[in-house]
């Protein structure tokens, strides 16, 4: 069996590769030889492995030396800070306190490039919205897309993928939780991505033997590291998007707006399709 040191290994060597193959498609990075690709990627994750001694959240200043040589643009790895910022009147009175250590960034120009990134699904997104009612819960099963980006490793805090799941019973959207998942940066990301399902308990009670099975509309949002509104359900995200689906309730169970207005945050890996699980996109 292999060591953890030696797995670690391989995990940075994969990591390694993986970034320097993004790098060669940056176009922004096309004139740079293979030596200062390989320089790049490997100081990052020097900078990675670092950072593996400190399962905590990393600072803004700490993030930037993290992702400094890499892909991930900086309006990504600063979108919680400058979220924090808009939201807080002393951050806003005195910026550069919130991002003292970092000398080298226009903190003008990130900002900008932040508010003008809506729905950005670069780096995640939602693949579809199911309802399992044998185990009366909604999931969104999301595509975890890049390797880098997340804000850490998996011995980090890394970051959290929100989902606030909207019902639709016929008279307007109700908000009826927010869940997340926990993800990191990795080196050995699938081609296609990684996914993750979050859930929602809901609860269903039984309806008549004569009543029909109906459909409601239901929405989920897909919020990078930032929660998502809990009052609007159209209101905007940076990174993240938001999906909407038909779910057919069979005749046997209804849906009941939940007592609760959300839950504990909580991660799932999606690993198969419960044969009770229906949903079909909503028609444009």
């Known amino acids: 069996m292999a060591s953890p040191i030696d797995t670690c290994v391989v995990s ?12 060669r498609r940056n176009s922004d990075l096309a004139g740079n030889d293979d030596h200062a690709l390989g320089a790049a990627s490997s100081n990052y994750f020097e900078k990675l492995t670092d950072s593996a001694s400190k399962p905590m959240q990393l600072t803004p200043a700490e993030l930037h030396e993290l992702y400094d040589g890499t892909t991930v643009p900086q ?33 003008s120009s990130v900002a900008a490039a932040w508010l003008n990134t809506n729905s950005n699904t670069e780096y995640e997104q939602l693949k579809r919205i199911e309802l399992d009612s044998d185990a009366s819960q909604l999931t969104a099963v999301l595509t975890v897309k890049q390797s880098l980006g997340y804000c850490g490793g998996h011995m980090t805090a890394g970051s959290r993928e929100f989902v606030a799941f909207w019902v639709d019973w016929g008279s307007g959207f109700q ?15 699938p081609s296609t991505g990684q996914d993750y399902s979050v859930v929602l308990p809901i609860h269903l009670s039984r309806q008549g033997e004569n009543e029909c099975a109906k ?49 504990a945050p909580r991660s799932l890996w999606f690993s198969m399709c419960a044969p009770a699980l229906t949903a079909a996109p909503h028609p444009a």
């Open 12 to 23: 940075i060597d994969s990591a390694v590769r993986d970034s320097i193959s993004r790098a």
């Open 175 to 189: 908000y009826v939780g927010t869940t997340s998942a926990a993800v990191h940066d990795s080196g050995r990301l």
């Open 75 to 107: 309006h990504r790895y600063l979108a919680p800070s400058l979220t924090a910022a808009v939201h807080s009147p002393v951050i806003a009175l005195d910026p550069a306190k919130w991002f003292a250590g970092i000398e080298d960034v226009d903190l």
């Open 215 to 263: 459909t409601v509309k239901v929405r989920a949002v897909l919020s990078w590291n930032t929660l998502p509104s809990t009052t609007n359900p159209n209101a905007p995200v940076v990174w993240g998007e938001s999906l909407d689906c038909t779910i057919l309730i069979s005749g046997a169970h209804k849906v009941a707006v939940p007592t609760w207005r959300s839950v």
